[in-house]
């Protein structure tokens, strides 16, 4: 596969960004790789500067559900754009969103926009100390919540790839003030709370997305919640990645917690970018300028992404056979990529729920952030490239999930399906 003019591009993108790129797991670093440009995407697919064609699994990690560039959504959006970019005002859209945002997540009384998924953290973070009156928090190890300072301890996502175990550029004081638990082991938050009084809140993705796909085990949640509950400190459900993608109502309505607060982004936004944090009124009431736990943006609630939100909600309301559709695609998957590393004796297991899964290269069950982290890495990094030649594009990085959208079909999964076997046969021979 000829990627000549993305290499020029990202030769000349590294004289003006740090490593060439906006965010780091563009990079292809921790593939021994280097990134294809894309020139525009339709559907399932990526289409870059050199003419190849990619079928999608990363979706904007997330924050495409319906297709790249769905028909009805650029219509929508060129209509919105005719009326103006950015207003720095109120506008009715915003209510309109607000409105089917609540209506999804009951836990979400009143919500405030932000520009992103970490602004909405960040803004979380700080509304459970104000409200509380308490400093510390409790995140768990392998949930990535943005590049918040208070979030980079023992987070995932790129972190996690890189090998990084905290970012530098955070003062030790800080970082004391968040504790670190273990997703699924429930133990570990009882003992942090026998020790620590002052916990202002959890926060937590209720499903890992961001060491792999790594779901909850039963009563985890309910057992956490309870805690939470008996010592009055705040459960925070980061949904940035789950929000409307595993479920109209998120990981929250499948599981049935019920969180004090909740962060939103990706698909609320439409591929704009967009995030919300909401929760119970008592709770969302300290927000200025009612009260004293201020947050502002320059760009929230902007008019744009707002517009591509409303379309994207309102499509999936009215179409609430994309999440059976998504879910049955997946569950074939499963079952045929797992038939295939069988019968190659090749060790591989799959977490999934619907719309986003995972594929690990380990002998064990992953149901947390060390059965992750030990998953074979240098394999990954040959698959990746091998299924790349072969036009499918997954994550750069074993610790991310692959996402599906409503345009996957029966012609994805037979393109999928046999380049897998392709790449399993050649995996083979290659560790022989």
Known sequence: MNREKSSELYAEARKYMPAGVNSPVRAFQSVHDTPFYVKKAKGSYLF???????????????????????????????????????????HPNEIKLARLITEAFPSIELLRLTSSGTEATMSAIRLARGFTGKNNIIKFKGCYHGHVDSLLVKAGSGLATYGIPDSMGIPEALAKCTYVADF???????NIILKNRDIACVILEPVMGNMGLILPEKGFLEDLQDICRQEGILIVFDEVITGFRVGYGGAQHIYGIDPDITCLGKIIGGGFSIGVFGGKKQIMDMIAPIGGVYQAGTLSGNPIAVSAGIYVLEYLKKNTGIYSSMDKYINRLKTELLQIADKFGIPYKINHITGMFTGFFSHNPVDDYDAAITSDRAIYERFFKLMLEEGIFFAPSPFEASFLTASYGEAELTKTVDAFEKVMKTLKDFNK
């Open 184 to 190: 699924n082991h429930i133990d570990t938050v009882r």
């Open 48 to 90: 870059d500067v050199d003419g190849n064609t990619y079928l999608d699994y990363v979706a904007s990690w997330g924050a495409i559900i319906l297709g790249h560039a769905h028909d009805g959504l650029i219509a929508e959006v060129k209509t919105a754009l005719e009326e103006g970019t950015s207003f720095g005002a109120c």
